[in-house]
């Protein structure tokens, strides 16, 4: 893109020519951006080719989406056929979507391998998918707690074990899990929720050691309360209007403002960042009485 036209991307029709006279007076300006493209609207994901499990729907859809206008091309894994199909037109030729189960391992070796070997390369793993549910510890059905810890915790090792040699075959890369401000305090009837998401917080810890080596860089994101179909099967009216509340910034965020975050994580922008959880909360874990 011609840095004339990055400089009036921002604009209103006047600041348009607002921004034209003053390029015309500093023609420095014009010459300086062409040398160091600081000026144009660069793509930050530009060639990059992404893999988002559970990236059909809530803020796995909103990342996928983030990377793909950051010049990504990304796969979308997920287990829900109709959402798949929406998140692909949305994506308009920019996410491949893929059914897949990232509670089974085989199929997700084979799901990355695939998408991998097809895109020519794996740059960037976000492990997003999950099985939301609460209630008492004691009222929790066995088969619900195996559901919950082969989505949100196993098929994180899965899908990070699939992605690992794609990634170091690449020179390096970068892998975000989906933690949540849920670590930092108990939530009521979360406990299997909250344990799981603390775990993935030690994985993190964990895996930014381990795959630094390989220039692999391992964060988390930690959402406060964001509203997706997922945690609207949890959180009730109240429950919002009490979170909101509580927030020092008296505000949810939006599944878009963590896909902004993701963008930022897995581009070059965060070269030197490895280990961190960022969260995005608005102040909430911090706030006192
Ligand atoms: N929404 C929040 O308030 C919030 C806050 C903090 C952290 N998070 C984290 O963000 C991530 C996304 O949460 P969300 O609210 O968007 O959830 P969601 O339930 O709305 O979406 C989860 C997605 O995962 C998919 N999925 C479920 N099981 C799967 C499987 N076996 N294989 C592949 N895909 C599967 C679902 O189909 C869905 O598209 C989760 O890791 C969650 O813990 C969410």
């Given at each position: 893109?011609?840095?004339?036209?990055?400089?009036?991307?921002?604009?209103?029709?006047?600041?348009?020519?607002?921004?034209?006279?003053?390029?015309?007076?500093?023609?420095?300006?014009?010459?300086?951006?062409?040398?160091?493209?600081?000026?144009?609207?660069?793509?930050?994901?530009?060639?990059?080719?992404?893999?988002?499990?559970?990236?059909?729907?809530?803020?796995?859809?909103?990342?996928?989406?983030?990377?793909?206008?950051?010049?990504?091309?990304?796969?979308?894994?997920?287990?829900?056929?109709?959402?798949?199909?929406?998140?692909?037109?949305?994506?308009?030729?920019?996410?491949?979507?893929?059914?897949?189960?990232?509670?089974?391992?085989?199929?997700?070796?084979?799901?990355?391998?695939?998408?991998?070997?097809?895109?020519?390369?794996?740059?960037?793993?976000?492990?997003?998918?999950?099985?939301?549910?609460?209630?008492?510890?004691?009222?929790?059905?066995?088969?619900?707690?195996?559901?919950?810890?082969?989505?949100?915790?196993?098929?994180?090792?899965?899908?990070?074990?699939?992605?690992?040699?794609?990634?170091?075959?690449?020179?390096?890369?970068?892998?975000?899990?989906?933690?949540?401000?849920?670590?930092?305090?108990?939530?009521?009837?979360?406990?299997?929720y909250t344990s799981i998401k603390g775990?993935?917080?030690?994985?993190?810890?964990?895996?930014?050691?381990?795959?630094?080596?390989?220039?692999?860089?391992?964060?988390?994101?930690?959402?406060?309360?964001?509203?997706?179909?997922?945690?609207?099967?949890?959180?009730?009216?109240?429950?919002?209007?009490?979170?909101?509340?509580?927030?020092?910034?008296?505000?949810?965020?939006?599944?878009?403002?963590?896909?902004?975050?993701?963008?930022?994580?897995?581009?070059?922008?965060?070269?030197?960042?490895?280990?961190?959880?960022?969260?995005?909360?608005?102040?909430?874990?911090?706030?006192?009485?």
């Amino acid at each position: 893109m011609e840095p004339q036209a990055a400089l009036t991307a921002h604009a209103d029709g006047s600041e348009e020519s607002r921004a034209g006279r003053k390029n015309a007076a500093y023609p420095e300006i014009r010459a300086f951006a062409r040398r160091h493209g600081r000026l144009t609207a660069m793509a930050r994901l530009e060639g990059k080719n992404a893999i988002v499990t559970g990236g059909a729907g809530g803020i796995g859809r909103a990342i996928a989406l983030a990377f793909a206008r950051e010049g990504a091309k990304v796969a979308v894994l997920d287990v829900k056929e109709e959402l798949l199909a929406e998140a692909g037109r949305a994506g308009e030729g920019a996410l491949v979507p893929m059914r897949c189960d990232v509670t089974d391992r085989a199929a997700v070796l084979d799901a990355v391998d695939g998408f991998a070997d097809e895109a020519g390369g794996l740059d960037i793993l976000v492990n997003n998918a999950v099985y939301f549910h609460y209630a008492p510890l004691v009222d929790m059905a066995e088969d619900t707690v195996h559901r919950m810890l082969d989505v949100g915790l196993k098929g994180t090792f899965w899908a990070t074990q699939a992605a690992t040699p794609h990634l170091i075959a690449r020179g390096g890369g970068s892998v975000l899990n989906l933690s949540s401000v849920a670590v930092s305090f108990s939530i009521k009837n979360a406990a299997v929720y909250t344990s799981i998401k603390g775990a993935i917080d030690a994985f993190t810890r964990q895996q930014a050691v381990e795959l630094a080596p390989h220039g692999i860089r391992v964060n988390a994101l930690a959402p406060g309360p964001v509203s997706t179909p997922g945690s609207n099967s949890v959180i009730d009216e109240a429950g919002w209007a009490s979170r909101r509340a509580r927030t020092p910034l008296q505000r949810i965020a939006d599944p878009e403002e963590i896909g902004a975050a993701a963008v930022y994580l897995a581009s070059d922008d965060a070269r030197t960042i490895a280990g961190v959880t960022l969260k995005i909360d608005g102040a909430l874990t911090i706030a006192g009485p």
